[in-house]
């Protein structure tokens, strides 16, 4: 079974750019997730998507926005990069009978903003 | 809102010592806990998790946690550890209901052979 995927890897912006980080959620799973990992602070909750709607959001300015499509994978744009957002962007899918119980992570998109 | 604490950033063991990682949690409903372990170069995974029932909880590699309603924590244990064990360790709470998930800011162990 094929894990969570996120693309790209890597992403190098400037400043004021907008950045778009993809995932795909594992098959079947329904639920996609987004935290920021940042250096020093640990998970920081992003977004909820669930069945193509935005269910809950974290503590972060509506620059960070994201959307997720029928065939539940997810993008999240981040618009007028700051240099504070460089971090590890996790993605983590579930299903839809354990909801957020158990998440499964992707390997992440390193973000750096020069 | 939930939150979560984890008051040792960095533990250092030797193989064999006994491990106790602490995690407090904040809110003020029925909550389902996490840990989760992310090993060196791999990917975040459930290491154990309490939804109800018993409030001491087995996971995987003879980790355990136990869940203090009254403290309000979930500390995760293992009587002793090896060297494998090094990896980053995060604690995480679900509000009741569908709610998304609150993650602690980690804690790095680092177990010596």
């Known amino acids: 079974e094929a894990g969570v995927t996120q693309s790209p890897t890597h992403l190098i912006k400037t400043r004021g750019q907008q950045a778009t980080l993809r995932c795909s959620p594992i098959?079947?799973?329904?639920?996609v997730y987004w935290y920021q990992q940042a250096l020093g602070l640990g998970l920081q909750f992003l977004l909820w998507?669930?069945?193509?709607?935005?269910?809950n959001r974290g503590n972060f300015p509506p620059r960070f926005s994201g959307r997720q499509f029928p065939n539940y994978s997810s993008e999240l744009n981040v618009n007028a990069l700051e240099l504070e957002d460089s971090a590890l962007y996790l993605c983590?899918?579930?299903?839809?009978?354990?909801?957020?119980?158990?998440?499964?992570f992707g390997p992440g998109t390193r973000l750096t903003v020069t | 809102a939930q939150s979560v604490s984890q008051h040792n950033h960095h533990v250092i063991l030797s193989e064999a010592a006994s491990l106790e990682l602490g995690c407090n949690y904040s809110?003020?409903?029925?909550?389902?806990l996490f840990w989760y372990v992310q090993y060196p170069g791999q990917h975040l995974q459930l290491l154990l998790k309490?939804?109800?029932?018993?409030?001491l909880v087995k996971g995987i590699k003879g980790f355990e946690a136990e869940f203090i309603k009254s403290k309000f924590s979930f500390n995760l244990r293992k009587p002793s550890v090896q060297w494998s064990d090094t990896a980053e360790y995060f604690c995480?709470?679900?509000?009741?209901?569908?709610?998304?998930?609150?993650f602690g800011t980690g804690t790095k162990l680092q177990v010596i052979p």
């Open positions: 998507y669930d069945e193509g709607e935005e269910r």
């Open positions: 309490y939804f109800s029932g018993d409030p």
């Open positions: 983590a899918s579930s299903d839809f009978v354990s909801r957020a119980g158990k998440q499964y």
């Open positions: 809110y003020g409903g029925t909550v389902n």
């Open positions: 995480a709470v679900m509000g009741g209901g569908y709610q998304k998930v609150t």
């Open positions: 098959s079947g799973h329904t639920s």
